[in-house]
């Protein structure tokens, strides 16, 4: 049985009372129920024994039968392969609904909780979640440092799997990378958000040459790379280094927000080593530049890529030449093929005619602003495709040869996503001969989501008369994502 196990510390801000009150309610059941999931010790009769009114507010229900030196629901004992999430939310108010002191034990209780996590926990510890939005959170996360690396010959984060740092604040007594480099050189997943100084630098980069079989790394900003690119790219080149010391395991390699300009030679070199990467994803890297001959290297040597996502402000942001490079060095392996940025006009027209010609064996393509000839050919060649998002462009051609498409799209087709249209480009009569198409082509369409720019509602006629063999279902369609978009549910032999 796995268990997560995720623990926040919260002081509430009063400038909404109402919230304030509901929240900080939440809160102290939150830690009553806690206190009934570990066993009763005198710690924790110190902590919540009530010396005035108001602290024993806050835990009115406790009763002696509350405490248990076995309790029923003793979940520390269920935990095995267990994630803790250390996560502290602090303002600079105290809710109107709770007393200072209350706030106080609470923090207690909750120091108490992870504590006692730490000490009877850490022998099944497979994943492990440091988070802190805030800089006076030291103390608190020393602690827990001390906690889990003390007796390192016993420790349990030998059998550490997954390790998520958000590593933006300077502790200067304690750095966690060093903590753990005796006791953790398993892992196969590391995640880093926050690599501003150089001896953070050089703490990561001897902290994965350490490991022995790391396979995801995920190496994160927290701002776009636009505003870091003249003071964050440098700290990545020792980073970057230590990615080849795993070159055999590696498997993913997620970056985000990091920009490239002051990559140096050795540091592309690295990444050029790293031919068994499966995943390779970019979201925001800005200043990939085709003109770097390490940059063509590297994606010349990703001949095994299964998948590629690409998420950026504009398209320009990546260059088209090592775009291309890239899809036509995995042309055998790539299945999976995102791009997701702005497209003005027909910009990086080539890098589209590549996908049609290279990946026939594409099963999921996600793309920005497409045009109907591209589209076309794209249907015409990369029969495997399950699922398919796009945004349409706004040529008028969408209204004439829409109709078309159904009897073109690949048979294996299941899904396709519509993202955005500025106009409705289609009319009804000729999304019924779309379906009309899809039926003759016994295709296995089941599922069409439209997103457009206005407010639209298709009743069912909009489909006509003459689809009887699928099941119709049309709901509102809206732009923004999280409301629900129109849905077509198509059924084919019903």
């Known amino acids: 049985?796995?268990?997560?196990?995720?623990?926040?510390?919260?002081?509430?801000?009063?400038?909404?009372?109402?919230?304030?009150?509901?929240?900080?309610?939440?809160?102290?059941?939150?830690?009553?129920?806690?206190?009934?999931?570990?066993?009763?010790?005198?710690?924790?009769?110190?902590?919540?024994?009530?010396?005035?009114?108001?602290?024993?507010?806050?835990?009115?229900?406790?009763?002696?039968?509350?405490?248990?030196?076995?309790?029923?629901?003793?979940?520390?004992?269920?935990?095995?392969?267990?994630?803790?999430?250390?996560?502290?939310?602090?303002?600079?108010?105290?809710?109107?609904?709770?007393?200072?002191?209350?706030?106080?034990?609470?923090?207690?209780?909750?120091?108490?909780?992870?504590?006692?996590?730490?000490?009877?926990?850490?022998?099944?510890?497979?994943?492990?979640?440091?988070?802190?939005?805030?800089?006076?959170?030291?103390?608190?996360?020393?602690?827990?440092?001390?906690?889990?690396?003390?007796?390192?010959?016993?420790?349990?984060?030998?059998?550490?799997?997954?390790?998520?740092?958000?590593?933006?604040?300077?502790?200067?007594?304690?750095?966690?990378?060093?903590?753990?480099?005796?006791?953790?050189?398993?892992?196969?997943?590391?995640?880093?958000?926050?690599?501003?100084?150089?001896?953070?630098?050089?703490?990561?980069?001897?902290?994965?040459?350490?490991?022995?079989?790391?396979?995801?790394?995920?190496?994160?900003?927290?701002?776009?790379?636009?505003?870091?690119?003249?003071?964050?790219?440098?700290?990545?080149?020792?980073?970057?280094?230590?990615?080849?010391?795993?070159?055999?395991?590696?498997?993913?390699?997620?970056?985000?927000?990091?920009?490239?300009?002051?990559?140096?030679?050795?540091?592309?070199?690295?990444?050029?080593?790293?031919?068994?990467?499966?995943?390779?994803e970019l979201y925001n890297c800005i200043r990939i530049d085709d003109n770097d001959d390490n940059l063509k290297e590297w994606a010349e040597n990703l001949t095994r890529l299964e998948v590629f996502e690409l998420v950026s402000q504009h398209i320009r942001d990546v260059s088209e030449g090592f775009l291309i490079q890239l899809i036509q060095s995995s042309s055998s392996t790539l299945n999976k093929l995102t791009i997701r940025s702005r497209r003005e006009n027909r910009y990086h027209r080539s890098l589209f005619q590549q996908i049609p010609v290279h990946l026939n064996s594409l099963i999921h393509l996600n793309i920005t602003k497409i045009y109907l000839d591209e589209l076309i050919l794209i249907f015409k060649s990369c029969t495997q495709l399950v699922y398919l998002s796009i945004i349409l462009s706004d040529d008028e051609l969408w209204g004439t040869k829409f109709k078309d498409l159904g009897e073109l799209i690949p048979r294996k087709l299941q899904k396709i996503r519509i993202k955005r249209m500025d106009d409705l480009l289609f009319s009804s009569s000729e999304l019924k001969c779309f379906f009309e198409g899809c039926v003759n082509n016994n295709g296995k369409l089941k599922y069409l989501e439209i997103h457009d720019g206005e407010l639209l509602s298709l009743p069912c006629s909009y489909f006509g008369s003459g689809i009887d063999k699928m099941k119709r279902k049309s709901v509102l369609i809206d732009e923004i994502d999280d409301n629900p978009p129109m849905e077509f549910d198509v059924e084919f032999g019903v």
């Open 1 to 280: 049985m796995s268990v997560n196990v995720r623990l926040s510390r919260r002081v509430y801000n009063q400038t909404n009372e109402n919230l304030g009150s509901d929240l900080s309610s939440s809160y102290f059941k939150l830690v009553r129920t806690l206190l009934s999931c570990i066993p009763r010790s005198a710690e924790v009769e110190r902590i919540i024994s009530p010396g005035s009114s108001d602290e024993q507010n806050l835990f009115p229900d406790l009763s002696e039968e509350f405490f248990s030196s076995n309790p029923m629901f003793n979940y520390i004992t269920f935990i095995r392969g267990s994630g803790i999430k250390i996560h502290e939310w602090l303002s600079s108010n105290i809710s109107n609904n709770a007393t200072r002191d209350q706030i106080s034990k609470s923090f207690l209780v909750t120091n108490h909780l992870i504590n006692f996590l730490c000490a009877y926990c850490s022998n099944y510890l497979q994943k492990l979640e440091f988070s802190f939005t805030v800089s006076n959170s030291e103390e608190y996360f020393i602690n827990i440092i001390n906690q889990l690396t003390f007796n390192n010959e016993q420790s349990g984060l030998t059998n550490l799997k997954e390790l998520y740092y958000c590593n933006y604040y300077n502790i200067k007594k304690v750095d966690l990378y060093s903590a753990f480099s005796n006791s953790v050189r398993n892992l196969t997943l590391l995640y880093n958000e926050g690599n501003n100084t150089s001896e953070k630098a050089n703490s990561l980069s001897r902290f994965i040459s350490l490991q022995n079989n790391l396979q995801h790394i995920l190496l994160s900003e927290n701002s776009i790379g636009f505003t870091l690119d003249n003071h964050i790219s440098g700290f990545y080149n020792v980073v970057f280094e230590s990615l080849s010391t795993q070159s055999e395991s590696l498997r993913t390699l997620k970056l985000k927000n990091i920009p490239f300009n002051k990559l140096n030679g050795e540091a592309l070199n690295s990444l050029c080593l790293l031919k068994n990467i499966r995943v390779l």
